[in-house]
């Protein structure tokens, strides 16, 4: 079964500063997405952003990239120059592709608390 | 504002209880899926609807089921509540059938009793 670990409950990092938040999975498949949510003290659950496992370029959106490694699953998450608006909740996914029974897998990791130092 | 709307923002009910939530999508997606987000359970996804059909199926209890309506807006059904069911549940649309960009509702804040 697929599984997503974020082994980071909580992290730090200060204004303008650059953080890391770390994503593993486990599958056996070799076609999946794999995406990043940031969801904020409001609750609005929004995508960060998205990579295809079939896509050897990371995924980049303005300050957030991430570093895809899928010898070793992993999905990591940078944000340069954070920002105060920043500070939320961080929850790595992993998506299936779509099974011959026309049906997928979508799982969430436990999420990683980012706060932003002023 | 994400265009996705769900009702109703808060929901108070006792065990033994059925309820429904209901969730608008922005206009012209087709797609619609629901998620559950709990302490105990985290954030997991439940049901998928594309154009009216169910297209995917995750953790989602017996007790529990939903449609899209053929106007696209979706219900979310819970029967025979538990306390364990008091959870957010958000809705999300998106375009297209496939792993595109879904836009999240506010969500809906259950409560069991």
């Known amino acids: 079964a697929q599984t997503v670990t974020q082994s980071q409950p909580e992290m730090s990092v200060q204004e303008a500063e650059t953080v890391t938040l770390s994503c593993t999975y486990d599958t056996s498949e070799s076609d999946y997405y794999l995406f990043w949510y940031k969801q904020p003290p409001s609750r609005q659950m929004i995508l960060v952003i998205r990579?295809?496992?079939?896509?050897?370029q990371n995924a980049t959106e303005n300050r957030f990239s991430v570093n895809f490694q899928k010898a070793a699953k992993s999905f990591s998450l940078k944000i340069s120059d954070s920002q105060l608006g920043d500070a939320a909740m961080y929850f790595c996914a992993y998506r299936s592709a779509f099974a011959t029974s026309g049906t997928y897998k979508y799982i969430f990791g436990t999420g990683t608390r980012l706060k932003v130092l002023a | 504002d994400s265009g996705v709307t769900q009702t109703p923002k808060h929901l108070i009910t006792a065990t033994g209880q059925r309820v429904t939530l209901r969730c608008s999508p922005r206009?012209?997606?087709?797609?619609v899926y629901w998620y559950q987000q709990s302490l105990d359970q985290g954030l997991q996804f439940l049901i998928h609807y594309y154009n009216g059909e169910e297209r995917a199926k995750g953790n989602i209890l017996e007790r529990f089921s939903a449609q899209q309506f053929p106007d696209l807006h979706s219900e979310l059904n819970l029967s025979s509540l538990e306390l364990g069911d008091s959870a957010l549940y958000f809705c999300?649309?998106?375009?297209?059938?496939?792993?595109?960009?879904?836009?999240f509702g506010p969500g809906t804040r259950l409560t069991v009793t």
């Open positions: 206009s012209g997606d087709l797609s």
């Open positions: 999300a649309s998106s375009a297209g059938g496939g792993p595109t960009e879904q836009y």
């Open positions: 990579q295809e496992a079939y896509k050897q």
